[in-house]
């Protein structure tokens, strides 16, 4: 009988322990205030007629890794295709995550024709700073 109330205590204070943890997040970035509607495009934008057709380029994002940028190519609101411009690739390690994260990003997002994708397992830095890129981008071409 006392095995049971000792075996009981134990497992309840586990779950109680377990369930106070926090969810986790992904890590927040540095270098993304918000931008403001009123704010002219940055150069190297090819803006089209208003149903975004053109080529976009989203903002740079620093990561704890390095620059992430990307342009956007869309034809009549749709995206065709996304072009890196800059990717962590400081070392060896770097330019291995960006060769297989890049890539899969962007075909989720032609795919999600969307910045709202899944981030790559391995790569979230990337992944984040990527999604935010291609949002300014698809942010210029709606605007």
């Known amino acids: 009988m006392r095995r049971a109330v000792l075996a009981t205590t134990g497992i309840s ?3 109680v322990a377990l369930l106070a943890l ?3 997040q992904l890590p927040a970035l540095a270098g993304t205030a918000p931008r403001s ?7 190297g934008t ?3 007629p208003a ?4 080529m976009f380029t989203g903002d740079p994002v620093d990561t704890r890794y390095g620059t992430v940028q990307v342009a956007a190519t869309l034809a009549k609101g749709r995206i ?13 390690r770097d330019q291995e995550i960006t060769s297989y994260a890049l890539p899969r990003l962007t075909q989720e997002a032609i795919g999600a024709q969307s910045a709202d ?5 391995g790569a979230s ?4 700073g990527y999604m935010q890129s291609l949002q300014s981008a698809l942010d210029q071409a709606h605007a």
């Open 22 to 24: 926090k969810p986790h």
């Open 117 to 121: 994708i899944d981030a790559v397992s």
């Open 51 to 54: 149903t975004g057709t053109g």
């Open 125 to 128: 830095y990337t992944s984040q």
């Open 13 to 15: 204070t586990l779950i």
């Open 37 to 43: 509607a009123a704010s002219s495009p940055p150069a």
């Open 80 to 92: 065709t295709a996304v072009r890196v411009l800059h990717a962590p690739d400081e070392n060896g």
């Open 46 to 48: 090819s803006p089209g």
